[in-house]
């Protein structure tokens, strides 16, 4: 593959990734409940500011690239287990900035504007997600995590990630009630609430709507 192409998908997938974190800010402002893969994080920064949102996504993250590791130690990719590394490392980074962007840009929201904030977060989320597959540059360890867990178990991918979803929406509820006595959140701060469901399944039907039009404007440079 030529130097330019590579550039390309990984410029490709690094655009994804920025509308992802734009995705988590817009879900976190919303106060009305976080997509579930950074559900965790959000309870265990809301419990312990004293590091990032982005540095508990990347701690967070880490732990799905050893749970790879554990799934067939001796087929493990380093290569591919470091650039998780990486990307996770670059995306957390990314959270950090648009949390502050739309913190800073967006004033407190009523129900309408949090449920607008929501439908927003579903939409950039949706098109982020189809470049980084169309880019096949970076790739997030939860994503590889359920690739493997996939293949190893003949099952498919997208029940593998409702799988994976629920137990990281049951695991914050878990968090939730130990830190805070409530199953939601903290106070000020809804982590798993209606937002939460409309992130698990609106995404994958946005993405029947979006991914057409993805397609036509990015797909003729990635060939």
Excluded: H
Excluded at 16 to 22: D, H, I, Q, S, W
Excluded at 58 to 67: E, G, H, P, T, Y
Aim: hydrophobic residues 55%; contains cysteine.
């Amino acid at each position: 593959m030529r130097v330019k192409d590579i550039l390309v998908r990984y410029g490709i997938s690094t655009l994804g990734l920025v509308l992802v974190a734009l995705g988590v800010g817009l879900s976190i402002k919303s106060n009305f409940g976080i997509a579930p893969p950074s559900c965790p994080p959000t309870a265990l920064f809301a419990q312990w500011p004293v590091v990032s949102f982005g540095t508990y996504t990347w701690f967070f993250n880490c732990a799905f690239i050893v749970v790879q590791f554990c799934l067939r130690p001796r087929w493990f990719d380093w290569l591919l287990g470091l650039m998780q590394v990486l990307a996770v490392l670059f995306f957390g980074y990314l959270c950090d900035a648009c949390i502050w962007l739309v913190d800073a840009g967006i004033p407190a929201q009523s129900l309408t504007g949090s449920i607008l904030l929501s439908l927003g977060a579903i939409l950039v989320t949706a098109l982020g997600i189809k470049l980084e597959v169309l880019g096949k540059g970076w790739i997030l360890p939860v994503d590889q995590m359920n690739a493997v867990i996939a293949q190893m178990g003949q099952f498919r991918y997208s029940n593998v990630k409702i799988t994976c979803d629920i137990l990281l929406v049951t695991a914050t509820v878990i968090l939730c009630w130990i830190f805070f006595g409530s199953l939601i959140g903290s106070p000020g701060l809804n982590i798993v609430y209606w937002g939460t469901l409309l992130l698990a399944f609106g995404v994958g039907l946005c993405m029947k709507l979006t991914d057409p039009l993805m397609d036509r404007l990015f797909g003729r440079f990635v060939k």
